[in-house]
């Protein structure tokens, strides 16, 4: 990967696509390092099937810059963060920074996040479903990934028209965010609820990017300058 855009990356997720020799030295957990003879951590994902596996890291990139990564001779013993926890009810996955609790059954009007864990170790928020939920047919969850790298956790629900919707969490190491993206074909009327806040915490600020694409920067505004559902 190389830096065209003049802009310093830090902590980046990247993946490639690895050709046999890498991926039989990835599964065989041979150590990776970067230019500076560092290891880094790395992770098999099956984004291309089982058959041509692709490898993620984070790594740095320094504007204009072309790191090199190289297989070393020793296996590697990474740590991680990151944390997949499987309970009969629950799947919980989390690092130092946050944690998310994703039910593996809904009762009548339950969404499938039952809670996001703070900085601070606070359990908080819930999710609600209504509308169409009495038509769903079939609700699962699937553990995709477990780390050392990236966790990713999909939520899946049928309903009766043959419809579906389709929830995807992602939780990388020493991250402080938790990725979301949501598909869908589902009957009209349903609604999902999230809970930001409950008892022990009321948030004051929002994050956000901007909708102009030409500005990537952060930004942070109050919660009272915006509309809230009561």
């Not at 009762?107 to 769903?136: N, Y």
């Not at 477990?146 to 419809?163: L, M, N, T």
């Not at 999902?192 to 022990?200: H, Q």
């Amino acid at each position: 990967s190389s830096d065209l855009l003049g802009r310093d990356w830090t902590h980046e997720f990247v993946s490639f696509h690895l050709n046999s020799e890498q991926a039989a030295k990835a599964r065989a957990g041979i150590e990776l390092l970067a230019g500076d003879g560092n290891p880094v951590r790395y992770q098999l994902v099956s984004e291309g099937g089982a058959s041509a596996p692709s490898i993620c890291f984070q790594t740095d990139l320094p504007k204009y810059s072309t790191p090199t990564f190289r297989f070393g001779n020793r296996r590697a013993a990474p740590a991680s963060d990151l944390r997949v926890e499987e309970a009969a009810d629950m799947v919980t996955i989390s690092n130092l920074r946050t944690g998310l609790r994703l039910r593996r059954k809904l009762a009548p009007g339950q969404g499938p996040i039952a809670g996001v864990r703070l900085g601070s170790g606070l359990w908080t928020g819930e999710s609600t479903f209504d509308g169409a939920s009495s038509g769903m047919s079939k609700y699962e969850v699937v553990i995709k990934e477990k780390g050392p790298v990236i966790a990713v956790v999909e939520c899946r629900a049928a309903f009766a028209d043959g419809g579906e919707w389709r929830l995807v969490f992602r939780i990388y190491h020493d991250e402080p965010v938790i990725l979301v993206d949501e598909s869908f074909d589902a009957p009209g009327g349903g609604k999902l609820s999230v809970a930001l806040g409950g008892a022990g915490f009321r948030p004051s600020h929002m994050f956000h990017r901007n909708a102009d694409v030409s500005n990537v920067s952060v930004m942070s505004d109050p919660i009272a300058s915006y509309h809230l559902e009561p």
